[in-house]
């Protein structure tokens, strides 16, 4: 059989598939990356905790970089630097790399998968390649399975945020630091808990956002827009009313890509933490090593080829952990909202080794295990059974749905 002419196709034009094409291409291999809208800016803000980050990332990409803490019944020291990434910086610096690794970079949106190897195009046209990769995002463009039922809506984090001046911030969150999260709930409403995330920006410009870290289904926008201004008022900030806003929607527990002869990668692999929502960073530090394993086993065949990435991205241990976190998502959409801001209290009281594993090492079993231990060791008789209950019984049904504003 004929070798396509493409060796690596990637579908999914964000930083996961800017990354992994670029250093596919780096390997001498032939690659093609595919984006509906490949020149549109990123309209989102990415963090990620410091120590996440791969070498040799150009210190430009990385905007601020502060230490964390948190607030559940008191208040957390993190003990690490958190990292706001300077998304037009590092989309340059994606950008210059696919440029040099002489990556050939089209406008085009995917209809669907249409048979191992072959991708097809809204415009009637199809695209060949050994290795295909899933690189779209949430969406997940060539996934064949089937999405779940509407008895069981995806678990959704939302979030609403407003970017204000620094000096206006203050009263929330003081310059050089980084609120990860904040369950007190002077937002005065009762009902499914949410949280205030505060980083900055860089160039004196400080994100608030209000935070529903998953629910199911996703709790409206609406309601954290109304939730932040209340509780920026009870602090005294009032935002601009031009200030620029961010809206967050994606899912936390994606299925694992399975159509066969494709590869999921980054948010659509998932690589999503159920945990933070984080993913980027592990995208961009996996990039290098899946490019290695398909540049290392292509010439045996496609298969071969993406067996190893797909090993690259999924190890045991990986899926194992990933499996775990998955429990303890599904622990925190069955816990009561008034239990929640007393569950954090109990995890951000462990020894920071435990937290950094539950919160980073994807593939760090022994960690996750270790933390899961500790976690329960601290707990009392009715959180040790929130804890445990999610692991016997199936996944928590959705919630009826709070009431959002009109206007």
Known sequence: MPRPATDVLVVGGGPAGRALAAECGLRGLRTLLVDPA???????????????????????????????????????????????????????????RLGHAGVTVTAGRVAGWAAPGTVALVDGSHVHAAVVVDAG???????????????????????????VEESAAAPVVAPGTALFMDWRRDHGEPGWPTFLYAVPLGGGAVLLEETSLARR?????????????????????????????????????????????????????????????????????????VADAVAAHLPAGPRDALAAAEAAVWPTAARAVHRLRRVGLEALLRMPPAEVPG????????????????LTGRDDLRGMVSTMNALFGRADWRLRRRLVGPALRPPAPAVPDEAAPTG
């Open 343 to 358: 569950f954090f209290e109990v995890f951000l009281g462990l020894p920071e080794r435990h937290r950094w594993a539950y």
């Open 137 to 163: 995002g949430r969406r997940q463009p060539l996934r064949t399975a089937p999405e779940p039922g509407p008895g069981r809506p995806s678990a959704e984090q939302t979030a609403f945020g407003v970017v």
């Open 217 to 289: 289904p996703a709790l409206p926008v609406a309601v954290l827009r109304r939730r932040l201004f209340a509780r920026l008022a009870a602090r005294g900030v009032t935002p601009q009313a031009d200030a620029p806003v961010e809206r967050v929607r994606f899912p936390v527990d994606s299925p694992r890509h399975r159509t066969p002869g494709v590869l999921g990668f980054g948010a659509a692999a998932p690589l999503v933490h159920p945990a933070t929502g984080f993913s980027v960073a592990t995208s961009l530090t996996l990039a290098p090593a």
């Open 38 to 96: 490949p020149d549109a800016p990123w309209r989102v803000t990415y963090g990620c905790w410091a120590g996440e980050l791969p070498p040799g990332l150009p210190a430009s990409v990385v905007a601020a970089t502060v230490r964390g803490r948190a607030t559940a019944l008191t208040h957390h020291d993190l003990g690490w630097d958190y990292a706001v990434l300077d998304v037009p910086a590092l989309r340059a610096h994606l950008d210059s």
